[in-house]
C-alpha cells in the first residue's frame, strides 16, 4: 500500500491529473514521507512547512501539509480560514477578525498570524517590523514563548515554540519539546509537563521523535504507568497469531533505545523504523529476509543481510556494497536500462522478476553465458558520461582524461568544468562543488581565459566575479590568498586545529587531484568514495574507524570523540557551557558560540564555525547533491521514454479551451477543486471535473455503444 513493491516508482507527482485516476487514490507512503491525500508524496520535513532550517521544498498540490498554518508556507503568503485550508488572494479579510469578544490567546494567536504573514490579512495591525513588541505586549505568557502550529496538527506529542526574547529575523522556532502521553512498550508515560529537548535535524525527517519520551524514567516531566489499559504489549505480542494462525513475526531485542515493537521483516529494508535506527545500525549476522518476504524483495549478494523493498532497486544510491541493486550484476550496465520493466515491455519485467528472485538464492552462481554478457557490458546512456554523477561501478565514466575531451551537450544552459564534465550552468557560484576539481566555485578564480564552449556562456564574468564575492567570506579567507589558495584544516599533520605551526590553505589545483591534502579529504569530495548507508560519494562524510560517517551524524555524541573532534566543539567542550552539538568553540579565544555552527553567519574571526557545511535541504545534508540528483533523475535526456499520457499533454474541450498547463494561476487556485480544474470567473473560483473523469465517461460511452 506504500508502493514499496513497485519497480522504479516514483512519488505520484500530479498524480490527480493522470488519465488513469486509480493511481491517484489515498495511499500510504514510505518511510521518511508525507501523504498529500491524493496519491502524491512529499519528504516529511516538508509536511513541517513552518521549518527554516533548510530551503523549502515543493508543496502538496493539494496544499494539505498547510492546511491550519497557511501563514508559516515558505513559498507565499496565505491566510487559513476557519476550515483550515489556504486562502491565497491579497487583503483577505476575515471576519473572525477583529472581533470584540477575543480572549488575550486569540489576540495573540491572531497577532502572530500576522507576523508569520507579513500583515497578509486586511486588519492586520502590524508586520514584521512592530509586531514583537505588540506580541510581547498582549500574549498571556511570562516565558515570552508562542506556540505555533497548533497543539496536535502534527503530533499529538510535539510542540514547537517560537520565543520572542530572541531574534526573529528569519521566521524560525526555536524551541522543540514533546507533551502528553505516549504509548510504549510495556507501560505508557504520561507527561504532566512539556519535555524541552535541545534541536536536531533528525527532528524534522521523522515523525518518530515524540518516541524519545518512552526513553524517560523518572522524569521530573512525567512518569512511567505500568498499568495503563494503552500501553503496548511488554513482548510485542509475540505470543500471538496472526488472521492465518501464524506466530507474530517480532524481534524483541532490536529496539534498544525506545524499545519499539517491529517485524523482523523490517530490519536492514533501509528504512529506520527504530528510534535511534538501530534496525539499520545494527551489524547482525542472520538473514531476516526469509520466506514471502523474501522472495518480493531484493536481497545483497553478499553478508550484509539487507531486504531491500523493490523502490530502492534503480533509485540513484547504491545500497549493496557491490552495487547490484543500481548496476546489472554490478557491471557498467543500469538496472533501469537493462531490466526496463514498463507495462509495454513483459519480457523485460520478466527478467527483472528473476533478477530480484535469484537475490535470495545465498549460494546461487551466474551461470557462465550471463556472467560473460554481464562482465563485457560496456555501454549506457551516452549523455552520462562526464555529467558530474558517478554511473559506472569503477566510475570511469567521469575520469579526468576522459573527460577532456568532451563535448557539452547545449552551448548555453550548460558550464564545462577544467575537469571537462557538463553541469547546469545555473549550479555556478552556488556554494557546492559539482565540478571534481571545484572549477564552479573556489577553482573558478583559476581561470585567466575561457574556453570556446564557456565563452559563449551569457553572464560568466559576472559568475566569476560573483564567487570571487563569495568567497572572500570563505573560512580562512583572512590568512589564504583566495585567488590560488583554499582553506581548509590540513591533512596528515599531528594538531590540525594548531592553524599558526599548521597554514590552513592548500592551492587551488589540489583540489580533486584524488590525494588527501586536507583534514578527513575534504578536498577530494567529489573524488573518493564511501562506504555509508546514503551514497557512495564522498561529500561531507567522517572517518570513524573503518566506518564512514555523514554529516547529520557527524557530532552526535554516540559517536567515537576521537573521530569529528577537529569540527564538532561538543568535545572540546570542558565545563559543559558548549555542549549542543550546534555550539561552537572559537580558536582564536575559546569562546562558545550558541548555535554557532553552520548557522550561515560568520561569528569565529577566522570562519571556521562555517566550515564543513553543507548547503540544500535536510536530504541533502545526509546524501550529498541529493537535491540536484533529484533535478538530474527527472531531465528529459537522462530517464527513459515517458509513459502515456505524456507530462505536458493538454486537455483541451472546443468551448472552454482549457489547459492542464501547470503555470502559476493553475497552482494557487486548482487544488481547491479536489482533483478539478479551477477556472476564476469575477474573482471567484468555478470547478471543472478532471480530466481522468471525461476520460472514464469516454469509456463509459464506447461501452455502451459496443452493447448497443
Not at 274 to 297: H, M, P, S
Not at 463 to 492: D, V
Request: glycine share 4%.
Amino acid at each position: 500500500m506504500d508502493w514499496s513493491d513497485e519497480y522504479f516508482q516514483g512519488h505520484g507527482q500530479w498524480c490527480s491529473f493522470k488519465p488513469n485516476s486509480i493511481e491517484c487514490d489515498e495511499h500510504f507512503c514510505i518511510s521518511g514521507m508525507y501523504s498529500c491525500s491524493d496519491g502524491e508524496c512529499i519528504n516529511w520535513h516538508t509536511r513541517l512547512a513552518f521549518q527554516r532550517h533548510g530551503p523549502a521544498e515543493d508543496d502538496c498540490f493539494t496544499k494539505r501539509n498547510l492546511n491550519y498554518m497557511c501563514e508559516a508556507g515558505p513559498h507565499r503568503s496565505t491566510w487559513t480560514m476557519d476550515n483550515g485550508l489556504c486562502w491565497p488572494d491579497p487583503n483577505y479579510d476575515d471576519y473572525r477578525y477583529p472581533s470584540g469578544n477575543m480572549t488575550d490567546e486569540e489576540i495573540c494567536q491572531y497577532l502572530f498570524r500576522c507576523f508569520l504573514s507579513n500583515g497578509f490579512e486586511y486588519d492586520c495591525p502590524c508586520n514584521r517590523l512592530n509586531c514583537t513588541s505588540m506580541l510581547i505586549d498582549v500574549c498571556p505568557t511570562d516565558a515570552r514563548l508562542i506556540l505555533y502550529p497548533p497543539e496536535g496538527l502534527i503530533n499529538s506529542n510535539v510542540l514547537f515554540f517560537y520565543n520572542l526574547s530572541e531574534s526573529m529575523d528569519n521566521h524560525n522556532f526555536q524551541i522543540f519539546a514533546l507533551h502528553r502521553n505516549q504509548r510504549c512498550r510495556g507501560f505508557v508515560f504520561e507527561a504532566h509537563e512539556p519535555y524541552f529537548i535541545p534541536f536536531e535535524h533528525g527532528i524534522l525527517t521523522t515523525a518518530r521523535s515524540n518516541h524519545v519520551l518512552c526513553k524517560l524514567n523518572n522524569s521530573n516531566v512525567g512518569f512511567r504507568n505500568p498499568n495503563s489499559s494503552f500501553r503496548h504489549d511488554p513482548f510485542c505480542w509475540n505470543d500471538s497469531l496472526t488472521f492465518n494462525g501464524r506466530p507474530y513475526a517480532v524481534q524483541l531485542d532490536m529496539c534498544d533505545e525506545a524499545g519499539e515493537c517491529i517485524s523482523q521483516y523490517r530490519i536492514r529494508d533501509r528504512s529506520y523504523d527504530c528510534l535511534a535506527g538501530e534496525d539499520e545500525l545494527k551489524i547482525i549476522k542472520k538473514n531476516f529476509c526469509t520466506g514471502n518476504v523474501g522472495r518480493q524483495r531484493f536481497q545483497c549478494y553478499n553478508d550484509e543481510n539487507r531486504c531491500l523493498p523493490l523502490n530502492y532497486l534503480g533509485s540513484a544510491t547504491t545500497e549493496c556494497s557491490n552495487s547490484y541493486d543500481e548496476m546489472w550484476y554490478g557491471t557498467d550496465a543500469p538496472l533501469q536500462i537493462q531490466l526496463p520493466c514498463t507495462k509495454y515491455d513483459k519480457e523485460s519485467c520478466s527478467d527483472a522478476k528473476e533478477y530480484i528472485r535469484q537475490s535470495s538464492i545465498r549460494n546461487w552462481t551466474l551461470n557462465s553465458t550471463i556472467m560473460d554478457e554481464a562482465l563485457h557490458r560496456k555501454w549506457m546512456i551516452f549523455r552520462w558520461y562526464c555529467d558530474s554523477w558517478w554511473n559506472l561501478a569503477n566510475h570511469t565514466d567521469e575520469i579526468h582524461s576522459s573527460c577532456q575531451y568532451w563535448v557539452c551537450q547545449n552551448h548555453r544552459d550548460q558550464y564545462q568544468c577544467r575537469s571537462g564534465q557538463c553541469i547546469d550552468l545555473e549550479w555556478v557560484c552556488d556554494g557546492e562543488w559539482d565540478c571534481a576539481d571545484a572549477s564552479d566555485e573556489e577553482g573558478i578564480l583559476l581561470i585567466d581565459k575561457w574556453s570556446p564552449h564557456n565563452a559563449r556562456l551569457p553572464d560568466i564574468n559576472h559568475r566569476r566575479q560573483q564567487c570571487r564575492e563569495y568567497y572572500l567570506r570563505a573560512p580562512f579567507s583572512t590568512i589564504c590568498n583566495i585567488s590560488f589558495e583554499f582553506g581548509c584544516y590540513r591533512a596528515n599533520v599531528t594538531d590540525p586545529l594548531n592553524i599558526e605551526i599548521n597554514r590552513p590553505c592548500i592551492n587551488l589545483t589540489q583540489i580533486g587531484d584524488n590525494k588527501e591534502d586536507c583534514y578527513n579529504a575534504y578536498d577530494e569530495k567529489n573524488t573518493f568514495s564511501a562506504n555509508a548507508r546514503s551514497g557512495d560519494i564522498w561529500g561531507f562524510h567522517f572517518r570513524c574507524d573503518t566506518k564512514h560517517k555523514n554529516y547529520v551524524d557527524a557530532c552526535d555524541s554516540g559517536l567515537d570523540q576521537n573521530c569529528t573532534d577537529i569540527v564538532c566543539s561538543i568535545y572540546l567542550d570542558k565545563d559543559g557551557s558548549c555542549s549542543n552539538i550546534y555550539d561552537f568553540i572559537c580558536l582564536n579565544n575559546s569562546q562558545c558560540v550558541k548555535n554557532g555552527r553552520c548557522n550561515g553567519i560568520r561569528e569565529c574571526s577566522y570562519g571556521e564555525d562555517e566550515y564543513w557545511c553543507p548547503m540544500g535541504s535536510i536530504q541533502n545534508r545526509i546524501e550529498y547533491r541529493a537535491d540536484k540528483r533529484e533535478l538530474w533523475s527527472q531531465h528529459s535526456d537522462y530517464i527513459l521514454p515517458p509513459w502515456y499520457p505524456p507530462e505536458h499533454m493538454e486537455e483541451t474541450n472546443e468551448e472552454t479551451n482549457i489547459s492542464s498547463d501547470h503555470n502559476s494561476t493553475w497552482n494557487t487556485y486548482s487544488y481547491r477543486c479536489n482533483r478539478g480544474i479551477a477556472i476564476l470567473e469575477k474573482n471567484e473560483t468555478r470547478c471543472l471535473c478532471p480530466p481522468a473523469y471525461y476520460e472514464k465517461q469516454l469509456e463509459s460511452s464506447a461501452e455502451q455503444l459496443y452493447d448497443f
